[in-house]
């Protein structure tokens, strides 16, 4: 079965991007447009996320400044991938650090 790369960035205030993913187990076989809906429901506007909640790493450059960058990363995209899982939860686990409560 295919895991799940999960790809993200960081937008600061000036536009500028930086990337990220992790590969995530999936060991339910969930279909791509299944686990985009269940990810996107569990995150702000379906868009934004904080790393701190989800255990991933962090892209925030070295030049953070706090009165023009924002402090979520933003969700890019999922993807079948054959390279071996970089977390030890599975997929359905990493969504449930997605949700953010209100």
């Not at 686990?35 to 904080?50: H, K």
């Amino acid at each position: 079965m295919a895991n799940i790369q999960f790809n993200y960035l960081y937008r600061d205030g000036g536009n500028y991007k930086k990337y990220g993913s992790v590969v995530l187990a999936n060991p339910t076989g969930l279909g791509l447009a299944e686990l985009t809906a269940l990810i996107r429901s569990n995150l702000i506007d379906q868009t934004w996320f904080y790393v701190a909640h989800a255990g991933i790493p962090d892209l925030t450059p070295n030049t953070f400044n706090p009165e023009t960058d924002p402090t979520w990363h933003e969700f890019e995209s999922i993807g079948l991938t054959a390279a071996p899982v970089s977390m030890k939860m599975d997929v359905l686990g990493f969504v449930e650090l997605l949700e953010i409560e209100i």
